[in-house]
C-alpha cells in the first residue's frame, strides 16, 4: 500500500506546497473582498468548466472526426473550424447559465449577445472571449488556446454595447486556457497572476504557480517574419539589431501559445501592423487586453506601437491593433527601435 502523501508529491506541485484546486483559489480571491457577492466567482467557474469541456474535444477532435471545417465564415472572414463552433457554443451555454453575466461578445459573433438586461441587486458584468485562438493550427496538432477578458457592465451607458468598449485597463479578470501539451489556465483578477494544470484524472484545475512573475529579460523574440518587409521600418531596425544580438525565434501562429512560453522564459512578442492589417491584425478586446492584463500583472510590459495597450480607448467590438508584449527590458529594446 503506497503512503497516500507520496502520491500528493507525484502531483504537479512545487513540493511542499498545499493542494489547491481553482475552486478554492478563485473563493479564496474573492474571501479578500469583504462585500463581494461571488458574482464574478461563479463567472470564473463557468470560465474554468467550458475550458475543461473544449480541452476534452479538442484532444479528441480527430477520433471524433470533427475536424476540417464548415463552409461557413465568421465576421473575421475566416473560414470557421468545426471547434471554433463548438468552442464558442460551450462558452455561450455555461456562460448563459451564469445570472451575474450580462453580454457575451465573441470572435465568433458579428453581434454581442445580451442576455440579461434588468439586473436588481446583482453587480452584473460583461464577457468577451476568444474562443478558439488559433484554430488554424487545430488540423496539425498545434496548441490553441481561449482568450477571455472580464469587465463590469455600465447600467448608465446609453446602450449595452458601450459596457463593452471600456479601456483595457478597466478588466476586472482576464486570463487564457491553453490547450498544448497540458491544460493550462492562467488567470489575473488584478492580484497577480496564477497558473493551474488541468488533471485530466480528476477533472479539476490545480494551482502550480502563484503571483507568477515573467523574466525581466529574454533574448527570444516571437512574430511572423514572412510579414517583415511590410513591416514599419522601426520593427525592422529591431529585427535587425535582435539578430545581430544572437537572439533566437519562436512563433507557432496561436497567440496563446507564444505569449505563455514568453510568460515562463522571457522574450517579446510582436505582430506590427502590416501592409493586409495596417492596424494589426489581432483583436484588441479579446485578444490584445486580456493577454496585455496577464503580461501586466506579471511584470512585464504591453504596448500597441508606442502607447500602452491597455489605455487604448475600443471603438469597435472587432477592433484590431498591434501588439508588442513580454518581459519588460525586451518592449523597452523595441520601442528604442520605433522611437
Ligand atoms: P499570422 C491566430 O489566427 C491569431 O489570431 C493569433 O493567435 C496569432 O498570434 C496570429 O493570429 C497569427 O497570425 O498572420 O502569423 O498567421
Not at 508584449?325 to 520605433?338: A, I, Q, T, W
Amino acid at each position: 500500500m503506497s503512503d497516500p502523501l507520496t502520491e500528493l508529491d507525484a502531483l504537479p506541485l512545487t513540493r511542499g506546497e498545499n493542494l489547491t484546486n481553482l475552486q478554492a483559489h478563485i473563493l479564496a480571491e474573492q474571501a479578500r473582498h469583504p462585500n463581494a457577492s461571488g458574482t464574478l466567482s461563479w463567472i470564473l467557474s463557468a470560465l474554468s468548466f467550458s475550458g475543461r469541456v473544449i480541452s476534452a474535444k479538442v484532444r479528441r477532435a480527430r477520433i471524433q472526426s470533427v475536424l476540417g471545417t464548415l463552409d461557413s465564415e465568421n465576421v473575421q472572414g475566416e473560414t470557421q473550424q468545426k471547434l471554433d463552433v463548438i468552442a464558442n457554443e460551450t462558452l455561450l451555454r455555461c456562460l448563459g447559465t451564469r445570472a451575474g453575466v450580462a453580454i457575451v461578445a465573441s470572435e465568433e459573433n458579428e453581434e454581442p449577445i445580451v442576455l440579461r438586461r434588468n439586473h436588481e441587486g446583482e453587480r452584473p458584468y460583461v464577457v468577451l472571449f476568444d474562443p478558439l485562438d488559433g484554430s488554424s493550427n487545430i488540423d496539425t496538432g498545434g496548441a490553441v488556446g481561449t482568450i477571455f477578458s472580464v469587465l463590469r457592465y455600465d447600467r448608465r451607458a446609453p446602450e449595452p454595447n458601450a459596457s463593452l468598449l471600456q479601456r483595457g485597463a478597466e478588466q476586472v479578470a482576464a486570463g487564457y486556457i491553453l490547450y498544448g501539451s497540458s491544460t493550462i489556465l492562467v488567470l489575473t483578477t488584478g492580484n497577480g497572476v496564477s497558473m493551474f494544470v488541468l488533471d485530466p484524472s480528476i477533472g479539476s484545475f490545480l494551482l502550480v504557480a502563484d503571483q507568477l512573475k515573467i523574466p525581466k529579460t529574454g533574448k527570444i523574440y516571437s512574430c511572423n517574419e514572412g510579414n517583415r518587409l511590410s513591416f514599419p521600418d522601426g520593427y525592422q531596425r529591431y529585427l535587425d539589431w535582435a539578430q545581430q544580438e544572437g537572439y533566437s525565434t519562436r512563433y507557432s501562429g496561436t497567440m496563446v501559445a507564444d505569449v505563455h512560453r514568453i510568460l515562463l522564459k522571457g522574450g517579446v512578442f510582436l505582430y506590427p501592423p502590416t501592409k493586409k492589417a495596417p492596424e494589426g491584425k489581432l483583436r484588441l478586446l479579446y485578444e490584445g487586453n486580456p493577454m496585455a492584463m496577464i503580461i501586466e500583472q506579471a511584470g512585464g510590459k504591453a504596448f500597441a506601437g508606442p502607447v500602452r495597450l491597455m489605455e487604448r480607448v475600443p471603438s469597435a467590438i472587432h477592433q484590431r491593433t498591434s501588439v508588442i508584449m513580454g518581459s519588460p527590458d525586451e518592449v523597452d529594446h523595441v520601442l528604442r527601435h520605433l522611437a
